[in-house]
């Protein structure tokens, strides 16, 4: 009979290869209205009091409100001119939406709205508190939980493809064909087929560009290899990564000797 001999398990799934990070360009956490200096956006629709429509700032978050008429609020941000550089290569960008209206089942523009102009591409999509659809109505999500926030987000790795998604999940997909040199994210919303009074609120709006490996600073265990007797039945480690923001680890793996 041969031996027993002890078994340890190498952990190796911990190299650099083995992870993802995406560099983040700039951000808007809502701490001042878009088009304060700090934050750079264009008031391109103003919300006017007078008209119905109140802007305020309340735990971090843009509110619009509007109490009695459906006008149009938009701010527009450059994300590069003409004149400028050339925009990012690839490009994601994040927000996080939240509105009390539900999808009346009419007009799928009465609510929210988020436009992105990058390369090729130009494609807005409408939101409610529980749905959200492509500009041409085609695509869309619905049964979404209504006044609670929900993360959006847009990626393009070549300026030509793109897709959108809400908590995780792509509702929308396509192919650019509008480029004209001019590279923009633009948001805001509207009344006009809303019951009255409503509200949409903005967490923040974030984007950057699509990276691959990102350093890994420490693990919890250590990698290499493991005693089992310390170790027993390993079912979670913590990694610790050199940038904070939006890092997954994409494979991960183990090694008997």
Same mark, same amino acid.
């Given at each position: 009979?041969?031996?027993?001999?002890?078994?340890?398990?190498?952990?190796?799934?911990?190299?650099?290869?083995?992870?993802?990070?995406?560099?983040?360009? &700039?951000?808007?956490?809502?701490?001042?209205?878009? &088009?304060?200096?700090?934050?750079?956006?264009?008031?391109?629709?103003?919300?006017?009091?007078?008209?119905?429509?109140?802007?305020?700032?309340?735990?971090?978050?843009?509110?619009?409100?509007?109490?009695?008429?459906?006008?149009?609020?938009?701010?527009?941000?450059?994300?590069?001119?003409?004149?400028?550089?050339?925009?990012?290569?690839?490009?994601?960008?994040?927000?996080?939406?939240?509105?009390?209206?539900?999808?009346?089942?009419?007009?799928? &523009?009465?609510?929210?709205?988020?436009?992105v102009h990058y390369g090729e591409i130009q494609e807005p999509v409408s939101m409610f508190g529980d749905a959200a659809f492509s500009f041409s109505g085609d695509d869309f999500v619905i049964g979404l939980d209504i006044d609670e926030f929900h993360n959006y987000r847009f990626e393009s790795l070549d300026g030509i493809i793109y897709w959108f998604s809400v908590d995780g999940m792509v509702f929308t997909s396509g192919a650019g064909r509008e480029g004209n040199g001019y590279h923009t994210l633009g948001f805001g919303g509207e009344a006009g087929c809303l019951p009255l009074p409503t509200t949409n609120e903005w967490d923040f709006v974030r984007y950057g560009t699509i990276s691959f490996g990102e350093k890994i600073v420490a693990s919890d265990p250590p990698g290499g290899f493991l005693d089992p007797r310390q170790y027993p039945s390993l079912d979670r480690f913590t990694v610790t990564f050199d940038s904070p923001n939006y890092v997954y680890l994409a494979d991960i793996t183990v090694e008997r000797t």
């Open positions: 009979m041969a031996p027993l001999r002890m078994v340890t398990i190498a952990l190796v799934a911990l190299a650099a290869s083995a992870a993802f990070a995406d560099d983040l360009l &700039y951000r808007y956490e809502a701490d001042v209205l878009p &088009y304060d200096p700090s934050a750079g956006w264009i008031n391109g629709s103003p919300c006017r009091d007078n008209d119905g429509c109140i802007e305020s700032l309340q735990d971090g978050h843009l509110i619009l409100h509007w109490a009695d008429s459906g006008d149009i609020v938009g701010y527009g941000l450059w994300i590069a001119r003409p004149e400028d550089p050339p925009p990012p290569s690839s490009l994601w960008v994040e927000w996080r939406y939240r509105s009390d209206q539900a999808f009346t089942g009419s007009s799928i &523009y009465c609510d929210g709205r988020f436009n």
